[in-house]
């Protein structure tokens, strides 16, 4: 280990010699950890991350104003749709899609950084639960996910086939999520096919550029965002474990979306079959003003557009058929070629620009003091996952439906939107839709058909198997049951409809007003959820 007095001189190269204030102050063990954090921070480069900090900070906000004269929807020639144009040609792309997986071709990887902070947790958001009959976290939807897309395509092709899940964590949530995964037994996937790995850290920066020390023995760090990806995937090899396994196409993906479809065919054949090498899923904007980034064109390259960088004047604009000109929602849900990763990591990360987050950041006053800041007052830097679009070759869109595949979990349940029950209504309405496209029938207590207008009331179903190719058309345990929120509605229980080849199912509808808590369901085929081994339902 360097000695005070060389990290002292460092530091001075850096002018960030204010974090060894309290050195002299520290017992030997607190001393050490800081001399060994501050020991891995080169000096030129937190000289310029310091510098750049600042610099942007200061910059006044809002569009450039040259902007709106350079952006341009996206050609319709690269965008496809899951829900519109030719059926055949969405079989062709599912069917593409199912036979890359057969080939082991095919990884997701998630993005799982952050903590749940703005959910008012401390652990990762994927440890999550949003209130579902079955408690699955978020962590166990994804799991089960994966392992539904490889049994449907093993069952294609007769196969045996694995879709590797890679999962970046940051410093904050590797260890409770690897903890998190051994205890539950990796919701029955192979050990071997889940690779943790961990982003980079950067110093968070005061406005006037110096490194704000978190407590007199530890500089304040936080991930370099969900862009930190790219350097990650070198720092630990990932791209070489992927050439390893034969992988070919990376499904990236954020881990707070509670209808993310991972692997999924469509858009994964979709890709594949128009040869992109870098592809993103979008949904229609719900209004001008809303905040999401747009998938677009800037000087002619496809780019996300931050939505504080649009003008409400430019944000209103609307297309010939009556829409949003620029309406193409950005969901962090893409897809990339190994190939494609490959040339960002070696030639292209040191080219991405990095964007400003302003926060409260947890600190030092001038005396040693702990300080929780009830304003913003410092800056951390990120990178974003998407910042790579403009150095793609054959760059696609895929539109999708916002009710099927777009519900993120941001927000605690106190704000309007993006909170637990707005996710946990999003899921438990698609398994009902699900379940009718299927055949299910909803009946009242006395046999008889339900009208269509109540049954999207308070109760709804949940699947046991929650992906697009679910248990409802197949011979696979569901359950139904009211929103676990709202004890007073109707219990709904299944029945296989004997009737159907399909597995279809019949809902009785039976007048319940104790709470229900998601409990005493019957399961469609007789048996309880394949997860109940975990404590999950």
């Known amino acids: 280990m360097a000695s005070e007095a060389d990290l002292r001189a460092r530091l001075q190269r850096a002018s ?64 496809g749709s899951a829900s519109e144009g030719d059926p055949q040609t969405r079989r062709l792309w599912e069917e593409e899609g199912f036979h890359q997986i057969a080939l082991n071709k ?10 749940g902070t703005r959910l008012g947790v401390t652990y990762p958001k994927g440890m999550y639960q ?16 994966i392992r539904r897309v490889e049994q449907l395509a093993g069952e294609r092709y007769g196969t045996r086939c694995t879709v590797p899940w890679y999962i970046m964590t ?32 950067l110093p968070a920066v005061s406005f006037d550029g110096r490194a704000i020390l978190e407590r007199k023995d530890k500089v304040a760090m936080a991930p370099d965002g969900n862009g930190g990806l790219y350097s990650a ?40 079959l128009r040869g992109a090498d870098c592809g993103a899923k979008v949904v229609e904007k719900a209004y001008p003003e809303e905040p999401v980034g747009v998938v677009c064109q800037v000087d002619g390259v496809p780019q996300v557009v931050e939505y504080s960088e649009i003008s409400p004047e430019v944000a209103q604009l609307r297309a010939p058929g009556g829409g949003l000109l ?44 702990p300080v929780k800041p009830l304003q913003p007052n410092g800056i951390k830097m990120e990178k974003f996952v ?95 049951g009211p929103d676990p929120c709202q004890p007073w509605g109707p219990r709904l229980r299944t029945q296989p409809h004997l009737g159907s080849r399909q597995g279809s199912c019949s809902a009785i509808l039976a007048a319940d007003r104790r709470p229900q808590n998601g409990a005493g369901f019957l399961h469609k085929g007789g048996r309880p959820p394949a997860t109940r081994a975990l404590g999950a339902g």
């Open 106 to 115: 095919v990884a997701v990887l998630l993005l799982a950084g952050g903590q």
């Open 170 to 201: 940051s410093e904050f949530t590797l260890e409770p999520t690897a903890k998190f995964f051994k205890e539950h037994d990796f919701f029955h996937l192979d050990p071997n096919n889940v690779i943790m790995f961990e982003q980079r850290m």
């Open 130 to 145: 949003v209130g579902l009959p079955s408690q699955k976290t978020l962590y166990q939807l994804q799991a089960e996910r």
């Open 386 to 480: 998407f910042d790579v679009l403009p150095f793609a070759k054959n760059f696609m869109a895929f539109q999708v439906l916002r009710e099927e595949e777009f519900s993120p979990l941001k927000n605690a349940d106190s704000a309007d939107r993006d909170n637990p029950s707005t996710s946990r209504r999003a899921l438990l309405a698609q398994h009902c839709r699900w379940a009718l496209r299927a055949g299910a029938r909803f009946l009242d207590v006395h046999g008889a058909q339900l009208p269509e207008q109540l049954r999207g009331w308070r109760s709804t179903c949940e699947a046991a198997s929650s992906g697009p190719h679910s248990s409802w058309t197949r011979p696979w345990p569901g359950s139904c």
């Open 326 to 369: 620029y309406n193409a929602g950005n969901i962090c849900n893409h897809f990339f070629t190994r190939d494609f990763l490959r040339t960002v990591t070696r030639e292209l990360e040191p080219l991405l620009q990095p964007h400003v987050a302003v926060k409260k950041v947890p600190c030092v006053d001038e005396h040693g003091n």
């Open 233 to 272: 995937l070198e720092d630990h090899q990932i791209l070489e474990d992927m050439e390893r396994r034969g992988v070919e196409f990376v499904h990236v993906y954020c881990v707070d979306n509670i209808l993310v479809r991972l692997a999924d065919p469509l858009f994964i054949g979709f890709c594949v």
């Open 16 to 79: 960030q010699e204010h974090l060894l204030r309290f050195c002299a102050e520290l017992a030997p063990e607190p001393r050490a950890a800081l001399l060994a954090q501050l020991e891995a921070l080169e000096p030129e480069a937190l000289r310029q991350h310091c510098q750049r900090a600042a610099a942007a900070c200061a910059r006044p906000p809002g569009p450039p104003p040259d902007l709106a004269a350079r952006l341009q929807p996206l050609p319709l020639e690269r965008v």
